[in-house]
C-alpha cells in the first residue's frame, strides 16, 4: 500500500507542476487558439460573403480619379479664358489703329484751316470697297 500511496502522491505533485495554459478572452473555437486563424462562425451562413476584389496599388481611387478630372477640367477652361483674352486683346488693338487712322485722316487741314477732301475721300473708298467684299 505504500508503494500506491507514493505513486499517487508523485502524479499529484507532476500535475502541480506543469505550466497551465493561460485563458483566451471571449469563447474561440480550439482550432483559432491555436493558431492565428480566422475563427469561422458556428452558425450556417445563407449567402456567401463577397470577397473583396485586389485593388492594385497604382490605380488611384475614385476621390482622386475626380479630383484629377476637376484639375483637368480647371486646366482646359483657364487655357480657353486665355485664348479668348489674347483674341480679344487682339482685336482691341486692331480697333484702335483703324481708329487712329481714320481721325488722322479726317482731322488733317490745309494752312487756312479747310478739310482735306483727299484723305476724306480715300478713307470713303476703303469703307466701300469692304462693304462689297462682305
Do not use: C, H, W
Not at 16 to 25: E, G, S
Request: aromatic share 2%; net charge positive.
Amino acid at each position: 500500500m505504500s508503494a500506491k500511496l507514493i505513486a499517487i502522491k508523485i502524479n499529484l505533485e507532476m500535475k502541480k507542476m506543469k505550466p497551465k495554459k493561460p485563458k483566451t478572452q471571449g469563447q474561440l473555437n480550439k482550432k483559432a487558439a491555436q493558431g492565428n486563424q480566422k475563427q469561422k462562425p458556428s452558425f450556417k451562413q445563407k449567402f456567401k460573403p463577397r470577397q473583396q476584389k485586389k485593388t492594385q496599388d497604382n490605380k488611384p481611387n475614385k476621390a482622386e480619379m475626380r479630383k484629377v478630372i476637376r484639375q483637368q477640367k480647371a486646366a482646359e477652361e483657364e487655357a480657353e479664358r486665355s485664348r479668348i483674352k489674347t483674341e480679344k486683346e487682339a482685336r482691341i488693338k486692331a480697333y484702335k489703329k483703324q481708329r487712329l487712322e481714320k481721325t488722322k485722316a479726317i482731322s488733317k487741314r490745309t494752312q487756312r484751316g479747310q478739310p482735306l477732301m483727299k484723305d476724306r475721300m480715300q478713307l470713303l473708298l476703303k469703307q466701300i470697297e469692304e462693304m462689297k467684299r462682305n
